[in-house]
């Protein structure tokens, strides 16, 4: 799916088109020719992004555990 993005339009939507082999897509906007937008990109942000939430996810258990309390020596119900 080829995306893309107007360089004059900055922040615009990236659009996907469908443009015939050898024709420049064209801004619709201001007719500028059109940047193709690497999908090359996305993958290692989407690395980042699994690595990030996978150690997230392992150090959850240690976050939210409460932390075992020390065996209380409670004196038993001991009559004098
Ligand atoms: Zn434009």
Redesign the pocket.
């Known amino acids: 799916m080829p995306r893309f993005r107007?360089p004059?339009?900055c922040c615009?939507p990236a659009v996907v088109l469908h443009p015939p082999p050898g024709a420049t897509p064209i801004?619709f906007?201001?007719?500028?020719v059109?940047e193709k937008q690497p999908l090359v990109k996305a993958v290692p942000l989407l690395v980042l992004l699994t690595v990030g939430t996978a150690l997230i996810t392992l150090s959850m258990p240690g976050l939210f555990t409460p932390q075992p309390l020390p065996p209380q020596t409670k004196p038993s119900a001991t009559t004098v």
Do not use: M, T, V, W
Not at 29 to 32: D, E, I, L, T, V
């Open positions: 107007c004059e339009c615009g801004c906007r201001c007719g500028s059109l």
